[in-house]
């Protein structure tokens, strides 16, 4: 994270949090206000609900009105340097693979899909065609030896 | 022998606790992989074995992740674990003049002596501690989980705000599925799957594990080259032990007490007790520049805090940090709920967690010093081949858990969050502990109020509730106490040693990433 002045061309992410929160904060007391209340003093199911609602809604607002004074953080500077687009994609990328992995769950099975999804990963991550080959026989046995073998659990 | 040391006498506890020891020393070896990430992604798998054996797992690899940490300290001076940050200033020091080996081996010891001292105090304080708290009615229930809610401004360290959020993230989780005293849904959107509520363990998984795996991908932790490997004499001599002595119980005694307190973690302990270390010796500016003596208060006072913070974690059930959140996590769904009454109706498992930690400690003292070289070598595994790894190992182990995809969806959704919150500046740590004490919160205090027909003084007029709320109230204040008087900037940073320490060569951009989640 790096603090810099106020620039006009750096996306105010604080600023962004605190409306989807406050956002989120209303919708949760909106949908709250359907559950039933207090009974003779004590509180219902709404009660808790409620008051967390309210909670996140004010640090929320806490939050916007606290950006406005201080510097603006670059918080996708990568300590390092370099770029971040390059290892943004990355992570995208094995997340979209991630999300195909378990829509694929029940249709094609473990044996066939694991490794598919290790190589694609590990070729992501910069591994040559023969390491990510290797790793991901290696691993999907081990933990198919594992979860299947050892631990009964029907993959 | 006693059917509360059983594990002690068991091959099968020592194996597990060997395997638990095994994984501990490559989570606390490998920078950026920490203790709190190796017991998500464990957690799932003893999920298919017995509670002793889960145990055994689990407190292995805590006991040996916080001494392993202080290897790539002391050997490329870039901390394994938060925990070992203190490590690195007196640690690498030794190393770079030719005594890696000694370093390694007062990691080794003094962690050990660490460990069992605090399993000692563990011993001592927690039965008493869950003797008193079984007189506690809702009211003094909902005061301590209130308590431990309030910690969370504590695990905030960039942030009180952001902290607090996340913190009221995790209530809103909490709230999901059939309400705890009328059975009415609320937030299930119709959905059956989320009656029971949102899984603890997939969210763990995908906080710590999906989620870390991303943060170290973006920020990429320097990896090691050039290792230090030639490791002689490992041991102190008889002159070293008397020098270090009272740096030792210094140490320790600091590091149970931070560990006992909630929120306050292994980082903390380590900095405070280096810092008095260098307080009363009489070279102080040897220290950061290769002291025996720092070394070992850092270690101590890390290593310390295992059992310190056990007591309060198993006697009370409020979670000091983020990696005593994950180990309730992992006791509740062997049916084991931290607290009083795990004192009372199961004291044969709490005496099993004392012999397992003990074990664990034998265990990672004898890797300590004979394993050094190979202990190094895992410096050299890339960090790229474990991602993978790990990555799997979340997907698996969270569909484990219920054979269930919705789990897996749930890590991988909670990943992708965690890591976006992540590089946000929102801490991880205030929603774990949200999530595991929401409900006690909000079903006791409404029990409390059911009792006393909705007179809300059943609060006040109870001298222990009284004392949590006023604690309570205290610690959700005091940033903004700290605030007004205008100190904002004096707070102490836990990576800069408490303001007396110096950080050699620990890249600063890295310390703050590794502060920012945990602190083990």
Redesign the interface.
Known sequence: ?TDVPPQRHLFN??LA?SVV?TL?GVA?VI??SG??G?V??????A???MV??G??IA??V??AA?TRKGPR?D??A???G?A?RV??R??VA??IL??A??SL??IVPFLAR?PV??VA??RI???TWKRALL?AAI?TFA?YA??QGL?S??? | MSPYLIPLSDPIAWLYVFIGVGLGVIFGSLPGFTATMGLAVLTPFTFWVGTQQALAMLLGLLTSAIFSGGIPAILINTPGTPASIAMTWDGHPLAKQGRAGFALGINAIYAFLGIIASLVVLALAAFPLAAFALSFGPAEYFAVAAFGISTMVSVSSKSVLKGLLTGVLGLILALVGLDSITGYPRFTFGAAKLLDGVSFIPVMVGLFGVAEVFTQMYVKVPHAQEIVVKLTGILPSWADVKRLMPHAISGTLIGIWIGVMPAAGADVGAIMAWGQSRRMSRKPEEFGHGSPEGLVAAVTGANAGIGGSLVTTLALGIPGDSTGAVLIGALLIHGLQPGPLLFRNRPEIVAQVIALVFMSAIITLIWGLVGAKPLARILKVKDELLWGLVLMICCVGSYALNQSTVDVWTAIVAGAFGFVLRRLDFPMGPLVLALILGPMAESNLRRALTLSQGDVSILFTRPISLLFLVLTAASFLWPLITWLRGDKEKRPDRTAGSGCGRVDGVKPALRAELRGEGNR
């Open positions: 994270m992410w604080d949090s929160l989120l949760v949908h709250a559950f039933p207090a003779r003093g004590v509180p219902g199911p009660f808790f609900p967390i609602g909670l996140l640090l929320a806490s939050l606290t953080h918080y996708w990568r300590p390092g370099g971040p290892v943004l990355q992570i094995i997340l991630l999300v992995y378990i769950w029940d694991t999804l290790l990963i590990y991550l910069g591994e790793l691993l933990l594992v979860f631990l659990i029907q993959l």
